[in-house]
């Protein structure tokens, strides 16, 4: 019976296309205007911060093709009033503009949509963030030139 042998070659990494932060509650309220309560005293959602980066690894082709590594902070408003989510580029990340605006479109459209009625939940309000970092081109590569295929 042949006996495995090991070469002492350590197979490949994975390489990470995106890096997501844990989500984080950056405002809540009774109304977009009077959204004064901070991060830390709005409760968790936790099925619109999971769907927010489900939707950001799932369509990760929508983020930027950039030569450098960059950073998009994306930012999940949310109305129970009128049921609905938005995603725009908030300003903390690298890369700004056009291009992080077209990525937060596209990830919009990615986004599942909860069971409304079913989502507990304080405030009508929210604002979620979730900053995604992408590494550049080369740390997409393993050593030996070889690309990495997912």
């Known amino acids: 019976m042949p006996v495995p042998v090991d070469a002492g ?3 490949p990494k994975a390489v990470e296309r995106v890096r997501l932060s844990p989500a984080q509650r950056v405002k809540c309220g009774s109304s977009p205007a009077q959204s004064r309560v901070e ?3 709005c409760d968790s959602i936790p099925a619109f911060e999971q769907a927010l980066k489900t939707a950001i690894v799932a369509a990760i082709d929508c983020a930027p093709k950039e030569k450098t590594e960059g950073t998009i902070n994306y930012v999940m408003s949310v109305d129970f009033t009128q049921r609905s989510m938005n995603v725009f580029p908030g300003a ?6 056009p291009q992080a605006k077209r990525a937060a479109n596209c990830f919009t ?3 599942v949509a909860p069971d409304w009625a079913s989502v507990p939940h304080q405030y009508r309000y929210y604002w979620i963030a979730v900053p995604a970092m992408y590494p550049s081109p080369a740390a997409l590569v393993v050593p ?3 690309p ?3």
């Open 9 to 11: 070659i350590a197979p």
């Open 39 to 41: 991060g830390a005293l």
């Open 92 to 97: 903390s990340g690298s890369w700004r503009g």
């Open 109 to 111: 459209r990615a986004l």
């Open 144 to 146: 030996g030139g070889t």
């Open 148 to 150: 990495t295929f997912e």
